[in-house]
């Protein structure tokens, strides 16, 4: 079973288009330059959109797992 939805690749694909393109901005309207936080913002927009995306983590087990 897949663990990303179809729409939230497309969501992605979409996200990382604009930010080549430099026209992706932070919420505080800066230009996004990294690759990581262009997905993030993408899943964080699919995610409200009510695509299947996987919880973020949180809490003392992702904090573990970083280290």
Do not use: C, F, N, W
Request: charged residues 40%.
């Amino acid at each position: 079973m897949a663990k990303y939805s179809k729409e939230a690749g497309e969501k992605v694909e979409e996200v990382m288009h604009e930010m080549k393109e430099g026209k992706l901005k932070t919420g505080t309207g800066k230009k996004v330059t990294s690759r990581k936080q262009a997905i993030a913002i993408a899943l964080s927009e699919a995610r409200e959109e009510g695509d299947k995306v996987p919880k973020k983590p949180s809490g003392k087990k992702a904090a573990a797992k970083k280290a």
